[in-house]
C-alpha cells in the first residue's frame, strides 16, 4: 500500500481523526499493510506485542478458551475497529487469541510511531483512551446481556445491531459471519442458535442460508426488552 494510501486510510478511524496530514505522514513511515485469510491467526494469548492493529476490510475475533476447553469469543472487530492498543503500548502479554474470521487486511500500527505521535499530538492519547473506554463499556453490556437475557433476545439484539441503518421498519441483509461464529460471540451453543432462530420466526425474524429478513423491526426491539 502506497503511502498516500497509508494517510487516506488512516484518517477514516477514529483514534486518527483531527490529525494533521504532517503528522499522518510521519506514522505512515512506519505504518504497514497486512492480509489475512479466513482462519488465520494474528496473534496468540500470551504474545507481547510491538504494535496494535486497525481493521480495514473483514473481521477478526478475539476467543478466549473456557475452563472446559470450549472456545468462547469474546469480541468481534470488523472495519474501522482497532484492537490491541493497550497491550502493545504496555508491553503486556495479549490476554486472548485473535484469527481472521473471514478474509481480512489489516493495518499494523508500531508503538514507537504512536509515541512519537503523542509527543506531538496529545489529543492522539485522549482518542486512544476514548477507544480503549468505549471497548470496556461494550464488554460489560456483553456480561449484562449475557446474564439478564434470554438466548433468543441475545440473538435479536445482534441482528438489530447488524441489520443495514435506514429509516425502513423492515430490512433484508446477509449475515456477515458463519452461523457458528455468531452462536459463539452470543454464548450459545449451536443447537441453541438454531432453537433461538426458530422462536424469532414468531417475531418475523426468517434466516434463509445467510439471508436474514426482519419484517418488523420495532416488533423486534419490543421482543429485546420485553
Known amino acids: 500500500m502506497v503511502k498516500s494510501s497509508v494517510i487516506e486510510e488512516l484518517h477514516k478511524f477514529p483514534l486518527f481523526q483531527g490529525v494533521s496530514a504532517d503528522l499522518l505522514a510521519q506514522i505512515s513511515e512506519y505504518v504497514y499493510y497486512k492480509k489475512y485469510m479466513r482462519g488465520e491467526r494474528v496473534c496468540s494469548q500470551d504474545d507481547v506485542l510491538s504494535s496494535f492493529f486497525l481493521v480495514l476490510h473483514g473481521c477478526v475475533a478475539l476467543t478466549r478458551i473456557s475452563a472446559n476447553g470450549n472456545e468462547s469469543i469474546v469480541s468481534l472487530m470488523s472495519d474501522k475497529d482497532s484492537f490491541a492498543e493497550a497491550v502493545a503500548m504496555n508491553q503486556k502479554p495479549v490476554p486472548v487469541d485473535v484469527y481472521a474470521v473471514v478474509d481480512t487486511n489489516l493495518l499494523v500500527v508500531p508503538v514507537k510511531a504512536v509515541v512519537e505521535l503523542v509527543r506531538k499530538d496529545a489529543d492522539v ?76 420466526v414468531a417475531e418475523q425474524v426468517h434466516l434463509d442460508g445467510r439471508q436474514v429478513k426482519i419484517l418488523d423491526k420495532q416488533r423486534l426491539e419490543a421482543f429485546c426488552e420485553c
Do not use: C, H, W
Not at 128 to 144: D, G, K, P, Q
Not at 148 to 177: C, G, H, M, V, W
Open 125 to 200: 492519547a485522549l482518542k486512544m483512551i476514548a477507544a480503549i473506554s468505549a471497548r470496556n463499556r461494550f464488554l460489560v453490556e456483553r456480561v449484562e446481556q449475557l446474564s439478564i437475557k434470554s438466548a433468543p433476545q441475545r440473538l435479536a439484539a445482534f441482528l438489530l445491531k447488524i441489520a443495514p441503518e435506514d429509516s425502513n421498519n423492515a430490512s433484508t441483509f446477509l449475515l456477515p459471519y458463519d452461523k457458528g461464529v455468531v452462536a459463539s460471540f452470543l454464548g450459545m451453543q449451536p443447537e441453541t442458535f438454531s432453537r433461538s432462530l426458530k422462536k424469532l
